[in-house]
DNA sequence: AGAGTCTTCCAAAGCGCTTTGGTCTTTTCG
DNA sequence: CGAAAAGACCAAAGCGCTTTGGAAGACTCT
């Protein structure tokens, strides 16, 4: 059923038929009733294929995936990816993800955009100057970045949490439960958040005159293995952290393993905080010693991502504001007073 | 740059050079060299939406991601979609993500093919007689199945890995190592891997005359926390078993946490196997107690179930083959004899 | 040499929608 | 009452590609 057939069976024009059906002013309410009826009656739905051709909107969001042998999707991409979906359903987008190489995104980006293959396109693990910022923001398609970048001169729009408090508060804490060796276990430190945080870290270490030390700054990609390892590195060292802020759920896995192969407790001999996106299948509270967290879901800001995304798709949204979200810090058995030295 | 301009700057038809850059053989060499040199030279790239009207080819393939409030996407679904993704990109196909509600999919199934969204769709996590395939099968769109459905009265193309096999394996073995009572920690199990695997468990205990007991076998969304509960509900039974199978590494994690909770030990009190998808980011090796697996890459699957499609929708593969992967039983510390009763 | 066959190319008709630029009534208003 | 404005509708021109149905010329073959 397409729409010549429909506006033949209305005797009506093609126009007229699809002016009533999108919902333009120029038609008599009576017309638009009789042609609104017969489309639910015969299960019209417009060809998008043909709608697309004709107006250029896809109804499609685009994300450009990084993909290669050695490369990881992080597993906060489904989470994110849930809210977004939940979302987007709602107001029936799809969501198409493009295959790119990991090393040269710029070519897909600018495929999608030059082939207006979607309407709107988000950007996520942003790192500072990132250029697909850039690209994006030249090649003039709508588009939220999740997170943020740094050093652009250019305003932009971004959903963010805000990395640099969290980790601040969560900082702060250990510094006034006496800690005064911390160490930061950290995500890729190429990529903002984790830039953030660290300048978080150092902030509330700066308050209270202390710093972090070299070597107690560890930035890896955000596994179990990884978490592991750097808790090892970091507490076999002559000075040892007390206290450790983590920045994934996972990587604080491998932490408390590392604690326990050496022997150790948590918190008596070491304080631990991670920062937690909250997964359905791990959660912080069912650790062996329940888990203190930086908290924030990445599921709602996936939603809302996707929220804004159509909101500018529609031209309810412009401007290049950034929101960044509080983040809530969750006390649990993690932490506690620094050990006292030497006794 | 679009045909008309091309092929006036040819002066060709766009008859000809349409045919000159799709490969078709009714024209000249010579003339098919100038013309997808000038294409290139120009940057010339074929409007997709106007290919797309005029073939209904739409050089995407589709996925239905059930989604809403209460719906977890599982983390599998992002290292399958690395596989997914990265032989889709040499192939130059995308994939779009249809989000919908998770009770009515049937209604997103229909309009992705109606619409003609998508050349061919993958369905994963399939069920026993599962109504999407049966409908997909019926519409007539190319597509795969990762995992198996069971008791549908017609044969369909699917990759599936043996998980009936894998936990015989698994199962046997511990028999062998003396195990009188197992347990079963698996998946949801509605769906087919866990009916399957559950059966594989059950055909190596009947073998030696045992049978996996009423209370022995747990059937729960693939989370820490479920791992935890099944696993105490397990040990804390008066015939408590002396070896765990376990649907998920992720589960693992939270079995883990229960023995140890319970002051027993592994392998001293309870031998464990679980099943390894292969997560870039939590490693069976790296347990504290290295942890015995069934492994499966589940990205190669992803990668492979590209490729299917990819042939189907060239027309390369056709037919129903269902095919089935072996899955890989990697021994490590977390198994051992039963423990000696009594002693 | 004339009939058939290739080879190579083209004009034009789709694909199914939106939108421009009207036309024909009907209403409004000085 | 007549002109202008508003209301309701339509024909046809895109959007940019593929594909059908030729056509013109070169080649083969008897």
């Given at each position: 059923?397409?729409?010549?057939?429909?506006?033949?069976?209305?005797?009506?024009s093609?126009?007229?038929?699809?002016?009533?059906?999108?919902?333009?002013?120029?038609?008599?309410?009576?017309?638009?009733?009789?042609?609104?009826?017969?489309?639910?009656?015969?299960?019209?739905?417009?060809?998008?294929?043909?709608?697309?051709?004709?107006?250029?909107?896809?109804?499609?969001?685009?994300?450009?995936?990084?993909?290669?042998?050695?490369?990881?999707?992080?597993?906060?991409?489904?989470?994110?990816?849930?809210?977004?979906?939940?979302?987007?359903?709602?107001?029936?987008?799809?969501?198409?993800?493009?295959?790119?190489?990991?090393?040269?995104?710029?070519?897909?980006?600018?495929?999608?955009?030059?082939?207006?293959?979607?309407?709107a396109?988000?950007?996520?693990?942003?790192?500072?100057?990132?250029?697909?910022?850039?690209?994006?923001?030249?090649?003039?398609?709508?588009?939220?970045?999740?997170?943020?970048?740094?050093?652009?001169?250019?305003?932009?729009?971004?959903?963010?949490?805000?990395?640099?408090?969290?980790?601040?508060?969560?900082?702060?804490?250990?510094?006034?439960?006496?800690?005064?060796?911390?160490?930061?276990?950290?995500?890729?430190?190429?990529?903002?958040?984790?830039?953030?945080?660290?300048?978080?870290?150092?902030?509330?270490?700066?308050?209270?005159?202390?710093?972090?030390?070299?070597?107690?700054?560890c930035?890896?990609?955000?596994?179990?293995?990884?978490?592991?390892?750097?808790?090892?590195?970091?507490?076999?060292?002559?000075?040892?952290p007390?206290?450790?802020?983590?920045s994934?759920?996972?990587?604080a896995?491998?932490?408390?393993?590392?604690?326990?192969?050496?022997?150790?407790?948590?918190?008596?001999?070491?304080?631990?905080?991670?920062?937690?996106?909250?997964?359905?299948?791990?959660k912080?509270?069912?650790?062996?010693?329940?888990?203190?967290?930086t908290?924030?879901?990445?599921r709602?800001?996936g939603?809302?991502?996707?929220?804004?995304?159509?909101?500018?798709?529609?031209?309810?949204?412009?401007?290049?504001?950034?929101?960044?979200?509080?983040?809530?810090?969750?006390v649990r058995a993690?932490?506690?007073?620094?050990?006292?030295?030497?006794?």
């Open positions: 059923m397409n729409l010549k057939q429909l506006s033949h069976m209305l005797a009506l093609q126009t007229t038929v699809s002016r009533a059906l999108n919902g333009y002013p120029e038609v008599n309410e009576e017309t638009r009733r009789r042609v609104i009826d017969a489309a639910k009656r015969h299960g019209y739905r417009p060809n998008p294929s043909a709608r697309r051709l004709a107006t250029g909107k896809t109804g499609m969001i685009g994300y450009v995936l990084p993909t290669g042998n050695s490369v990881d999707i992080d597993p906060h991409f489904v989470e994110f990816l849930s809210g977004l979906g939940d979302y987007a359903r709602s107001h029936e987008l799809d969501l198409v993800l493009s295959p790119a190489d990991a090393d040269d995104q710029e070519t897909t980006y600018r495929r999608i955009v030059a082939n207006r293959q979607v309407d396109v988000y950007i996520s693990s942003p790192r500072p100057t990132d250029r697909r910022v850039a690209l994006v923001n030249t090649l003039g398609i709508p588009f939220i970045v999740h997170g943020r970048s740094e050093g652009l001169d250019f305003d932009y729009p971004f959903t963010d949490i805000d990395n640099e408090g969290a980790f601040h508060e969560a900082a702060r804490l250990l510094v006034q439960l006496g800690h005064r060796r911390l160490a930061l276990i950290n995500g890729d430190d190429r990529e903002t958040f984790a830039i953030h945080r660290e300048r978080g870290v150092r902030r509330a270490l700066a308050a209270s005159g202390l710093v972090l030390g070299e070597g107690h700054v930035s890896l990609a955000m596994t179990e293995e990884n978490g592991y390892r750097a808790a090892r590195r970091l507490l076999e060292q002559s000075d040892a007390t206290a450790i802020a983590c994934s759920l996972i990587m896995l491998g932490v408390v393993r590392a604690v326990r192969d050496l022997g150790l407790t948590i918190p008596g001999d070491l304080s631990l905080i991670a920062h937690d996106d909250v997964f359905p299948w791990l912080p509270e069912n650790f062996s010693v329940p888990l203190s967290t908290r924030s879901s990445i709602l800001a939603a809302r991502v996707a929220e804004r995304l159509a909101a500018r798709i529609s031209g309810l949204e412009e401007g290049t504001r950034g929101e960044v979200w509080p983040v809530d810090l969750v993690s932490v506690a007073g620094a050990p006292v030295r030497g006794y």
